[in-house]
């Protein structure tokens, strides 16, 4: 399984990909740290799941999930957050 991280913090993003790059059967095909990287590299590698931020520096990662769902209808996506309050986050 082909797997892209979106997500702003490089140190979370390397320690996703070293777990799960530990499993044989999923393979990491690239990083982004913005929303816009994320959509980008989701058109380009075209992964099978994209491990989703909610809160990017310049889309959030609920219009990213809208975008690509609507452009990648075969896209999973695992929306991660730290946050347990999902009212933080609204449409911009």
Same mark, same amino acid.
């Given at each position: 399984?082909?797997? =892209?991280? =979106?997500?702003?913090?490089?140190? @979370?993003? /390397? /320690? ?13 095909? /690239?990083?982004? /740290?913005?929303? +816009?990287? =994320?959509?980008?590299? +989701?058109?380009? !590698?075209?992964?099978?799941?994209? !491990? ?11 219009? !990213? ?23 933080? @986050?609204?449409?911009?």
């Amino acid at each position: 399984m082909n797997i =892209a991280i =979106a997500d702003d913090h490089p140190l @979370f993003r /390397g /320690g996703v990909r070293t777990l799960l790059e530990a499993t044989d059967d999923l393979v990491v095909v /690239g990083e982004a /740290g913005t929303g +816009a990287e =994320a959509i980008r590299l +989701a058109e380009t !590698v075209r992964p099978d799941v994209l !491990v989703l931020d909610l809160r990017l520096p310049d889309v959030n990662g609920i219009e !990213v999930a809208e975008r690509l769902t609507a452009q990648l209808p075969d896209l999973r996506i695992l929306i991660l957050s730290m946050h347990k309050d999902d009212k933080r @986050f609204s449409r911009r």
